[in-house]
């Protein structure tokens, strides 16, 4: 009976994570390129429980082994492209296939991310002056394939700006940088850092800027890869297992509590 708690415990928790895992991805459901995740849970070892009546060499088959709980073992990113939406911003870019853009915060650390909402930001540039640089909703600064901010020139905006297929940026017909799409051999080994940005981990593998298998699309930005309808599936059935894991912890706690009222 105790291990029945412990059991169904391990399930509670597992569940519940679950739980928390769809309901995140329902609230992302509008976020620009939000990539779902999924609780993987698996069975937690099994455990051979000895009959004490007979001997120990004739056990070997009588009982079956006893379940000890299940666990969640990892919840990858689903990096499945989401659908396309225009937008006519000349700044909103989304991309076709599956590199990603490089930013960095300024004080060397690059990040990865599909959220293509970039905007005009002004800022001070290494020779004291101020510049105007792409720059992702949040402030950080888009990179080209030379792995410098991308700075446009004094005077232009937004929408003298035009940046074809392959990522090159053009300013009123002159050719300004070409912005740097990156693949990776494992992108579900990605690190989520918010603000829908990826840091790489020892488990990507080498990175590399696309071999045209990529595509930038001027004027839209990539949806949210969560379908709803599914979401709301999974949601339900995880609440189901939540729940029977708390009817079995309930009645091995009622179990328990009528073993200690009996009285000799």
Not at 88 to 112: K, W
Not at 231 to 249: S, T
């Amino acid at each position: 009976m105790i291990q029945a708690l412990w059991t169904a415990g391990a399930g509670l928790i597992s569940q519940q994570y679950n739980v928390d895992t769809i309901a995140n991805n329902i609230a992302n459901v509008d976020t620009t390129a939000f990539k779902r995740n999924t609780a993987h849970i698996e069975d937690m070892p099994y455990v051979y429980k000895l009959n004490p009546a007979i001997r120990q060499a004739d056990n070997e088959g009588v009982l079956p082994h006893m379940g000890t709980g299940a666990r969640v073992v990892s919840s990858p990113k689903y990096f499945a492209q989401g659908p396309m939406q225009q937008t006519e911003r000349n700044l909103d870019l989304g991309i076709d296939g599956t590199a990603f853009f490089a930013v960095t915060d300024g004080q060397g650390n690059v990040f990865y991310t599909r959220d293509g909402n970039f905007k005009l930001t002004e800022a001070e540039g290494e020779d004291g002056q101020i510049h105007s640089y792409i720059t992702t909703a949040n402030g950080y600064w888009l990179l080209d394939t030379e792995g410098a901010r991308i700075e446009i020139p004094a005077g232009a905006i937004e929408g003298d700006i035009s940046i074809d297929p392959s990522g090159a940026v053009m300013v009123e017909g002159a050719h300004i940088a070409d912005i740097a799409l990156v693949e990776f051999t494992n992108p579900q080994a990605l690190e989520a850092r918010g603000d829908n940005l990826y840091a790489v981990t020892d488990n990507v593998g080498p990175n590399y800027l696309t071999d045209g298998d990529s595509k930038v699309r001027q004027g839209f930005l990539e949806a949210s890869n969560v379908d709803i309808a599914d979401e709301m599936a999974r949601m339900i059935r995880a609440q189901r297992a939540y729940q029977l894991n708390a009817r079995v912890l309930q009645t091995a706690d009622e179990m328990i509590g009528l073993a200690n009222s009996i009285r000799r």
